[in-house]
């Protein structure tokens, strides 16, 4: 595989990483605007299902997100030498992302869980 194809892989794999978190990000919304707008008239059963519905789409958009990190991250180990890949793309280092790419979106998820449940039990004054 020429250099040239593994710089178009390696693009590949990041916009794809980049679009499954970007599906992530538009259900975090979608959860937090239907806690926000029917959380505290919604039964425990309907706020189970939401909840749940929600971490399965965050787990499969971050297990497609971590996959396509992971592959970037094994064909920029093929780059290494390449004179070209450390002028050029010193910056998109997936070993950043698969540290960071976790952790944020564990937050999220836990951020969106809190903010539900603060919407179903508001405090009183």
Same mark, same amino acid.
Request: net charge negative; glycine share 4%; charged share 10%.
């Given at each position: %595989?020429?250099?040239?194809? =593994?710089?178009? &892989? /390696?693009?590949?794999?990041? *916009?794809?990483?980049?679009? !499954?978190? @970007? &599906?992530?990000? *538009?259900? @975090?919304?979608?959860?937090? *605007?239907?806690?926000?707008? &029917? !959380? ?24 497609? *997100? %971590?996959?396509?990190? @992971?592959?970037?991250? @094994?064909? #920029? #180990? ?9 002028? /050029? ?16 979106? =564990? !937050? ?7 903010? %539900? ?9």
């Amino acid at each position: %595989m020429t250099e040239a194809e =593994l710089f178009e &892989l /390696v693009f590949i794999a990041g *916009t794809t990483a980049l679009t !499954g978190y @970007s &599906l992530f990000i *538009t259900f @975090s919304f979608a959860y937090v *605007t239907a806690a926000h707008f &029917l !959380g505290s008239r919604l039964s425990k059963l309907e706020v189970s299902i939401i909840s749940a519905l929600y971490l399965l789409s965050a787990l499969i958009f971050f297990s497609v *997100t %971590m996959a396509n990190i @992971s592959a970037m991250g @094994s064909l #920029q #180990q093929e780059l290494a030498f390449s004179e070209v890949y450390q002028r /050029v793309m010193f910056f998109i280092d997936a070993r950043i992302y698969i540290v960071l790419a976790p952790i944020v979106s =564990l !937050g999220a998820v836990v951020l969106c869980y809190y903010f %539900m449940w603060s919407v179903r039990h508001p405090k009183t004054e």
